[in-house]
Structure formats: C-alpha cells, structure tokens
C-alpha cells in the first residue's frame, strides 16, 4: 500500500476483554516496530520485526501483551484481559531496509479505550 | 539506556516568528537523530533526519535543525512560523546496533498566535 495502514482506527472496549490490532506495513519493508503513545507522551517502543522474526520484546509492559508477523508482512498486536492501563495509542511503523539508516513511516494509530 | 529530553512542553509563537525547539539526547556515541511531528489526528510525519555529515539539516516545511556533538543536542529552527505549523513535535534517536528502534522525547507543544 501506499502508506503503514493499522486498523482499526478506534476501539472501545470492556476491561478484561481480549484485543487485536493490525498494522499493514508498506510493501517490502521488511522492519516492522509497535509503540505505544499515552496521552500526553511521546511514543515508548513496544516491539519490532525484522522479517517474520520478533527480535525486540523488551518494551512489551507484560505478558498479557503478544506480537506476531507470520509472513513477514501484516502484524497483530494482542493485548489479553485489557486492563484501564491499557488505553493509549498503539502505533506501528515500517522501514524499508536492514542496512544502513533509514528512516521509519508511521501509520496513523490505533486509539484504545479500555472502559 | 539512552534518553531524550524536550525540555519546553509547551511554546507559543506569533504566527511570522521565529521557532526554536530544544533537544537533548544522552548517549555514548552519535545515535541517528530524527524530528517527527504531530497534528491533531494524524499520525506522525518526519519532518528530517541526521545520520552522517554536515551538522545543519534541513527537513520539509521549512524546518531546519542542527546537530552540536559538544552539546548533545539536536535543536529544531523555523524562521517564520505559520499557523499550521502548530502541532506536537518529538526528537527521536535511534542505534542501527538496537535495531533501529527509535527512544522518543515527551514533546513539545506549539500554539501559534495569529
């Protein structure tokens, strides 16, 4: 696509309910990384891929929160028993290539509400 | 563990003004130093980037910034301000060691007076 897509846009939910959110990365970018952004923050880093494989789970806040890219493309961001907490924005970004620096797009977000 | 730190949180300017917008990061070695902003429901647009080279960069909009390794510091500058040139703006560093994953400063809100 033209540019990262996550979906949906917005999504209420009731504490204790699972959750999934997608990021749809530009085509052929092979890195993929979530943040996740409350409100009034700059964004903390969650996640990222480099192809199919996780190599950073370090920002995950705890194990109720998982991460997968299968085919090395569209991700899914889980968060299990959604906790109040859990509201912020989740954002994913892409970039192109593993060698040298390059900078990362982002896609507009995902705004949890956890009620 | 690296840090950013955007020590204005918020900065209101007279539309035709001149804009500064502070950056400090803490690191051992130059990371790679990026500008994104923020506009109410949108996501996050880079604005530029340094990674090598000449310490003065420019981005889009208008917008410069300048990398002082003495200072540890990658400040953000626009001559004139417009209105819509208000919007959140975070600095942002990154190692191609940590796989590029970028630490993000808190921000900086920008009023624009007309």
């Known amino acids: 696509g033209a540019g990262v897509s996550q979906s949906p846009r917005y999504k209420v939910t009731k504490r204790g309910q699972d959750v999934a959110l997608r990021c749809d990365p530009i085509s052929g970018h092979v890195s993929l990384y979530w943040y996740r952004q409350a409100l009034g923050q700059g964004p903390e880093f969650l996640t990222y891929f480099n192809y199919e494989a996780q190599q950073d789970k370090s920002g995950l806040p705890n194990d109720r929160f998982s991460a997968e890219r299968p085919e090395g493309s569209i991700s899914t961001l889980t968060i299990q028993r959604t906790e109040q907490r859990d509201s912020a924005m989740y954002r994913c970004?892409?970039?192109?290539?593993?060698?040298?620096?390059?900078?990362?797009?982002f896609g507009q977000g995902t705004r949890l509400t956890v009620v | 563990a690296q840090s950013v730190t955007q020590p204005d949180i918020h900065i209101t300017v007279s539309e035709g003004a001149s804009l500064e917008l502070r950056c400090n990061y803490s690191?051992?070695?130059?990371?790679?130093l990026f500008w994104y902003v923020q506009s109410p429901g949108q996501g996050l647009q880079l604005l530029l980037k340094?990674?090598?080279?000449?310490?003065l960069v420019q981005g889009i909009k208008g917008f410069e910034a300048e990398f002082k390794r003495s200072q540890s510091s990658f400040n953000l500058r626009k001559p004139s301000v417009h209105w819509s040139d208000a919007a959140e703006y975070f600095c942002?560093?990154?190692?191609?060691?940590?796989?590029?994953?970028?630490?993000f400063g808190g921000g900086t809100r920008v009023l624009v007076k007309p």
């Open positions: 970004a892409s970039r192109h290539s593993l060698q040298g620096p390059t900078e990362a797009f």
């Open positions: 340094y990674f090598s080279g000449d310490t």
């Open positions: 942002a560093v990154a190692r191609r060691a940590a796989g590029n994953k970028l630490t």
């Open positions: 690191y051992g070695a130059t990371p790679y």
